[in-house]
């Protein structure tokens, strides 16, 4: 009896324990995210969009953190029964407010905004389509900026999973200023 107390004793100590690893300034965590972008469509001719990134959060004091990384975007635009794909590649740095966690650190919700800069292509950069017809858009380098909310769910101390929104501003597009993403990932925590 008094090894099952002790066990369980030890148990809830080490469980407590790893709690207090999660937020620490300096960790580094890497992010892969898959996102639909303005819209979940899954095909071609509803305009299907999507988006990858990858990137490198480091947690700082006050449980917030810096991220750093990049994303490829491509989204389809219907012309008769020809489909272009307009794909941007961005880089980010940003920054995340922590603004809930739950008393366990199992949840966090956060509020973050990131400087972006990148290059748009539309076409794969062919101004001349099948019917003699030519985009007149141009491809472009973008600069910009997002506005996003992600909650993170802690699945354990080095794995976590999360869901975002964001809302992406590229004045400088040839095509479109604002794009929505909603996004589903994991982050790894690597130290």
């Given amino acids: 009896m008094k090894k ?27 992010q892969l995210t898959l996102g639909a972008v303005d819209g979940f469509k899954l095909k071609q001719q509803d305009g299907q969009a999507f988006s990858i990134g990858i990137a490198i959060s480091k947690y700082t004091k006050g449980t917030n953190r810096w991220v750093y990384g990049g994303e490829f975007l491509q989204k389809y635009f219907g012309y008769k029964n020809i489909y272009i794909p307009l794909n941007q590649f961005t880089a980010e740095a940003g920054y995340y407010h922590k603004l809930l966690a739950d008393p366990s650190k199992t949840f966090f919700f956060s509020i973050g905004g990131s400087l972006l800069a990148g290059y748009e292509t539309i076409n794969w950069g062919d101004k001349q389509l099948r019917d003699g017809a030519s985009i007149e858009n141009k491809d472009a380098f973008l600069f910009g900026a997002s506005l996003g909310l992600e909650t993170e769910c802690f699945i354990s101390d080095r794995y976590v999973l999360l869901l975002g929104i964001k809302e992406h501003y590229l004045p400088t597009s040839s095509v479109s200023d604002f794009h929505f993403q909603l996004s589903l990932g994991i982050k790894i925590i690597i130290n």
């Fill in 4 to 30: 099952l107390f002790l066990m369980t004793v030890l148990l809830l100590l080490v469980t407590v324990s790893s709690f207090a690893q999660r937020y620490i300034p300096g960790q580094k965590a890497i």
